[in-house]
């Protein structure tokens, strides 16, 4: 941080992002990204330092369209007779 700017702020200028960013923001971000691409909801609720699970889910209820569609997706599965 020789010129004043923290790792956050050279990332924000680099992606021309020009609005506030709190530290909030970063961890939801990540835990979206994180769930997105199929990390446990429960190990994502670890890393984040919540207490339960429940929380990251309160946290986080919209999650994202994808993991809705995922879930939706593997419905059928669960009727189908074996």
């Known amino acids: 941080m ?4 923290s790792d956050i702020q050279k ?3 680099r992606a021309k992002i020009t609005r506030r960013i709190k530290m909030c923001d970063l961890r939801h971000a990540i ?3 994180l769930l997105d691409n199929g990390a446990d909801l429960k190990h994502v609720s670890v890393l984040q330092g919540r207490r339960s699970v429940q929380q990251t889910v309160d946290t986080c209820q919209h999650f ?5 569609e995922e879930a939706v997706g593997k ?3 669960v009727f189908e007779e074996e």
């Open 11 to 13: 990332a924000k200028r």
């Open 75 to 77: 419905l059928p599965s």
């Open 64 to 68: 994202s369209q994808s993991l809705s």
């Open 2 to 5: 020789a010129d004043g700017l």
């Open 31 to 33: 835990a979206t990204k």
